[in-house]
């Protein structure tokens, strides 16, 4: 039995799981963890069960001390962190200096082109940043764009602006140009993701892809994913990709596959 955790920038993500089943999950935000106790809760959400093993996606080592004390004390395990490599689960990772790239980016790669019914893959990960990873055929990863999430591009705009302020980016339905600062902004900063997405698979297109498994993940993955559906039947994409997904835990579902 693993317990499979995902330690963002943001919030500490985990589940519990055996036989190719979930048997608790949850997540803590970052502001709530103090000290190892802070973990505890984790424990309710087991009940009878324990983990034998403990795998962990770490992006910031800000956490590890006390999430390493918490699983001594209380499971009697030392967790195992996660790196990146060269190659894994048929992955050649494109990067010619791997110990560069986040290990949540290469976890949540190995996991979608497992998923993938064999065909090319783009990866989608919509969170503090959003990362765009692109995959052949073959395995071969042809590398990816990182740029800020929405919250931190809001920011950038908000902090050297007088007359662009609002309080948070809405979801919204429609990417029509805005008539109000708020829908202006909000749609803007939709379209400047989806923009990177729609170029990705040009790129893809143009290395000779002609079909592809697109997955998005991330807080703001499953509402870039909705915009996407909505724009790609008018979308010459649509004659490429094959299938649209939304996977929250994609990250954790590439920790399952390493670490047993």
């Avoid at 800020?148 to 919204?172: Q, Y």
């Avoid at 979308?235 to 399952?256: A, P, Y």
């Amino acid at each position: 039995m693993n317990l499979e955790v995902d330690m963002g920038n943001t919030r500490f993500k985990w589940r519990l799981s055996g036989n190719q089943k979930v048997i608790a999950r949850g997540s803590i935000t970052n502001k709530e963890i103090h000290n190892p106790e802070s973990f505890d809760v984790l424990l309710l959400s087991f009940g009878a069960c324990r983990p034998t093993k403990v795998g962990v996606s770490s992006v910031s080592s800000q956490y590890r001390h006390c999430f390493d004390s918490w699983c001594q004390q209380k499971l009697g395990l030392t967790p195992s962190y996660l790196d990146v490599s060269k190659r894994a689960a048929g992955v050649v990772n494109g990067y010619s200096h791997v110990e560069q790239m986040g290990v949540d980016r290469w976890l949540a790669m190995v996991a979608a082109y497992s998923a993938s019914n064999n065909e090319a893959c783009l990866i989608v990960d919509c969170g503090s940043a959003c990362t765009v990873d692109m995959i052949l055929l073959d395995g071969k990863h042809l590398g990816g764009y990182i740029v800020p999430g929405l919250n931190l591009m809001k920011d950038a705009l908000f902090r050297d602006t007088d007359r662009v302020k609002l309080e948070s980016i809405g979801e919204c339905g429609e990417l029509s140009p805005g008539q109000t600062t708020q829908d202006a902004v909000s749609s803007g900063l939709w379209v400047m993701l989806l923009g990177m997405v729609n170029f990705s698979l040009d790129c893809l297109s143009q290395q000779g892809v002609t079909s592809l498994y697109l997955v998005f993940t991330g807080g703001n993955g499953e509402h870039l994913a909705s915009l996407f559906n909505r724009q790609l039947l008018a979308s010459s994409h649509n004659q490429i990709v094959s299938r649209v997904e939304f996977k929250s835990d994609l990250v954790l579902d590439g920790i399952s596959l390493l670490l047993d």
